[in-house]
């Protein structure tokens, strides 16, 4: 029972690299959702996607993509990596419904150091 | 825009002791209300939420938290905390017109004293 897996869970990058970083649910969820954390802030929302091939922007949507191609699967790209995404991102998702919301699950979260 | 306050950025209270962290909310409506907990290294639990009625909701790990529309807050309280209460608490709003977007606050880091 894997819940929702993040990969890759530790990642160092370049200014200017690009890299993925995917997740994968296997709880038939229809809503799944990026988030990064950072001390002192909280997670701030990055998009979130409330179906297989829907995504919307959340509070910090700069510099970042998403793509939810297959419904299990959410992407996160960054296309030119700046250090101010150094960060942990996380990954959560959740059934839709009234009853159902505010449930998140999470995933274990990815460490991202851009230098 | 919807946003959500927790003003205190660590509290430390003795084990046994009675616990209370604060949440305030800005918005016009009454938004869904959410607290999760985050163990270190790990990601985010949720210990209960609040939608409407009863405006003390329970919820595991012997949590309770109280909706005061008046005052714009959704406190957690405990009466007894425990060592392994330790964590990152995080307050967090969804609005019924996008119940799916979820916006969390700053969190609260408790310590626990023995």
């Known amino acids: 029972n894997a819940g929702v897996t993040q990969t890759p869970k530790f990642r160092v990058l370049k200014t200017g690299q690009s890299m993925t970083l995917l997740c994968a649910q296997d709880?038939?969820?229809?809503?799944m959702y990026w988030y990064r954390q950072d001390p002192g802030m909280g997670l701030r929302l990055i998009h979130y996607?409330?179906?297989?091939?829907?995504?919307a922007k959340g509070e910090v949507p700069d510099g970042y993509n998403v793509s939810r191609l297959k419904k299990q699967n959410f992407l996160l790209g960054l296309e030119s990596a700046a250090p101010s995404q150094t960060s942990v991102y996380f990954c959560?998702?959740?059934?839709?419904?009234?009853?159902?919301?505010?449930?998140?699950?999470f995933g274990e979260g990815s460490r991202l150091t851009v230098l | 825009a919807q946003s959500v306050t927790q003003p205190d950025i660590h509290i430390t209270v003795s084990e046994g002791a009675s616990l209370e962290l604060r949440c305030n909310y800005s918005?016009?409506?009454?938004?869904?209300l959410f607290w999760y907990v985050q163990s270190p290294g790990q990601g985010l639990q949720l210990l209960l939420k609040?939608?409407?009625?009863?405006?003390l909701v329970q919820g595991i790990k012997g949590f309770e938290a109280e909706f005061k529309r008046s005052q714009s807050s959704f406190n957690l309280r405990k009466p007894s905390v425990h060592w392994s209460d330790a964590a990152e608490y995080f307050c967090?709003?969804?609005?019924?017109?996008?119940?799916?977007?979820?916006?969390f606050g700053s969190g609260t880091r408790l310590s626990i004293r023995p």
């Open positions: 709880m038939n969820h229809e809503y």
């Open positions: 996607s409330v179906g297989e091939g829907t995504t």
């Open positions: 967090a709003v969804a609005l019924y017109s996008s119940a799916s977007k979820i916006i």
């Open positions: 918005y016009g409506a009454t938004p869904y």
């Open positions: 609040y939608f409407s009625g009863d405006t």
């Open positions: 959560a998702s959740s059934y839709p419904g009234l009853a159902n919301t505010g449930e998140l699950f």
